[in-house]
């Protein structure tokens, strides 16, 4: 009887572990299932992204309501507006004033661009069905539009939103700036490989524009100066942003250009000249304004004198900027190192008008460093060196 009872419970033994077996395969089974089953369905496919077609982008730089230009308006002066906007996947255009409303509308159907990559020719369609073509002529920061469609013709700029203006520049614009070494390509539009770098001069006066650019060849020394600006009066300007103006000036009726400045402080502004921004330090202090040197001062060949004096200009116009102080009040340190001649500035204490603003006499700290560059350019080290001024001034 036990071993009859062992055999049976033998048998069931191996039958239960074998459907305990049987069991978790079919677990696994399942599981294994599932899981291919959610593979399959949650797996995405590569979708991708739309390219947007030249029509899609060539009028974004236009994109927005801008009031028309003084020079321009007509019926006794009427103030329109000029709107190009995006809509229902196409691009739109319209004119409107307070007093007429609406004067002209289309959607654009086509546009053609000129040899400089700007829009030219736009096709549209108004409202009303009528089809027509509008000349589109772009110069930097403005634009003018030019239909026979309701004999329309005007000049817009860009970020000028109602047509309000102040007379002159604002005062801290007011000096003469100057870029580093630029392609040449990218400040008048093609290249020359005689001379691949320019430096541009940009002198902002109260009531008029006045620059020119330098160019160089590939040593950054060997220099020719090119033409300078046009005349040009009347110079006004309007704030769209904090520290960001736009400055506009005219050549007797028509409007002489049209720039955007964005200040970043009173060493500093940044605009676009071409077709890149560019940014300008503010040169030659004691000379409110100037054009490209004219040679008259090697500034590769300098007396410690002049070294000093044209250090002297330039504290004056950066960190002592407004301040009575005269160059005795200064100690000019110079020593060479590499090759270059550096300057070494600092306070001195000993003097009345120093002991008057409040200086130790026990002390005369260092406020500044500079040094004369291989290319005969003034640079400090206030933020890295870099340089200041390029032409020399006292």
Known sequence: MKKKVLLITGLMVVLILGGCHAKTQDKASIKESS???VTKTTKKSKVNAPVPSSITTTLDGLKGKFAEDQQTRTNGGE???????????????????????????????????GKNGNPDILKLTSSTGDSYSLKLTVVGEYYTVQTSYKDIKGTYIVGDTDGKWTDSAPAKLQASWRSGFEKTEDIVGNQNSDYP????TFSIKPGS???????????????????????????????????????????GNSLFGVYKVQYINSREIQMNFGTVPISLKKVNAGQ?????NSGAVDTTNLTKQQVKAWVWSDLMATIYEGKDFKMSDFIFDTRTADGLLYVDVKENHSTARMK???????????????????????????????????????
């Open 35 to 37: 899981s291919a089953s």
């Open 79 to 113: 103030l329109t507006y000029s709107n190009f906007y995006w809509k229902g996947k196409a691009w739109h255009w319209a004119l409107t004033s307070v007093k007429r409303g609406t004067i002209a509308n289309g959607k654009v159907t086509a546009i053609s661009n």
């Open 197 to 200: 770098y320019t430096k541009v």
């Open 209 to 251: 524009l006045e620059g020119g650019n330098i160019e160089y060849k590939r040593d950054k020394q060997t220099k020719v100066e090119g033409s300078g600006w046009g005349i040009n009066e009347g110079l006004m300007s309007k704030k769209v942003a904090t520290n960001t103006y736009l400055l506009k000036s005219y050549s």
């Open 288 to 292: 409110d304004y100037v054009v490209p």
């Open 356 to 394: 008057a603003a409040g200086g130790d006499p026990s002390v005369n700290p260092t406020i500044a460093h500079y040094r004369i560059n291989g290319s005969g350019e003034l640079e400090n080290d206030l933020n890295g060196w870099s340089v200041v001024s390029d032409s020399y001034s006292e």
